[in-house]
T-cell receptor, first 114, second 109 residues
Framework: SQTIHQWPATLVQPVGSPLSLECTVEGTSNPNLYWYRQAAGRGLQLLFYSVGIGQISSEVPQNLSASRPQDRQFILSSKKLLLSDSGFYLC?????????????FGPGTRLTVL | QKEVEQNSGPLSVPEGAIASLNCTYSDRVSQSFFWYRQYSGKSPELIMSIYSNGDKEDGRFTAQLNKASQYVSLLIRDSQPSDSATYLCAVTRLTKIIFGSGTRLSIRP
């Protein structure tokens, strides 16, 4: 069965510091991968998605970036964090097009920027 | 107009009753529809998916879809305290899923 991991689970970082969040999926090949952010009391905002190694689509222009160095690995990064980057970061995977397939979430990383 | 709209709640339902959660969406070409449950501090968990008009039942959960009215709903029968959570409606748009802001459901004993 498929499993999705995210780490770290929680993170407290000062403004202006770098960020690296990692997501890995087990038990499947060539998944579509997604990064979402959920601000406190808000809905899910799609940040990036990837349909393959090295293929990244950005949804929201901001100080974040994403990379997919391996088939089942998705990384979210920032060179300098802003206060507004605080939130619950969720990685998700889907086998194929979301139009006809279900999407599943990892456990998430809670980021607080001080 | 938001792409996916839900009443934020809280919706308070007595234990054992039917909870009815509603969602409307704006994109007529949306193909797939999902309901996720999110407990406080946890990630969303998929509980139902529906792709065609009508009802789809899975245990105590029934999803209802009406594409003509651009409306999708989730019914929870025999509500339990463990059903207390935020329920997110999600709708596909092209290659992405768009989420509503969620309805907070509270089951009172």
């Amino acid at each position: 069965s498929q499993t999705i991991h995210q780490w770290p689970a929680t993170l407290v970082q000062p403004v202006g510091s770098p960020l690296s969040l990692e997501c890995t999926v087990e038990g499947t090949s060539n998944p579509n991968l997604y990064w979402y952010r959920q601000a406190a009391g808000r809905g899910l905002q799609l940040l990036f998605y990837s349909v393959g190694i090295g293929q990244i689509s950005s949804e929201v222009p901001q100080n974040l970036s994403a990379s997919r160095p391996q088939d089942r690995q998705f990384i979210l990064s920032s060179k300098k964090l802003l206060l507004s980057d605080s939130g619950f970061y969720l990685c998700a995977w889907c086998l194929g097009d979301v139009s006809y397939n279900e999407q599943f979430f990892g456990p998430g990383t809670r980021l607080t920027v001080l | 107009q938001k792409e996916v709209e839900q009443n934020s709640g809280p919706l308070s339902v007595p234990e054992g009753a039917i909870a009815s959660l509603n969602c409307t969406y704006s994109d007529r070409v949306s193909q797939s529809f999902f309901w996720y449950r999110q407990y406080s501090g946890k990630s969303p968990e998929l509980i139902m998916s529906i792709y065609s008009n009508g009802d789809k039942e899975d245990g105590r959960f029934t999803a209802q879809l009406n594409k003509a009215s651009q409306y999708v709903s989730l019914l929870i029968r025999d509500s339990q305290p463990s059903d207390s959570a935020t329920y997110l409606c999600a709708v596909t748009r092209l290659t992405k899923i768009i989420f509503g802001s969620g309805t907070r459901l509270s089951i009172r004993p």
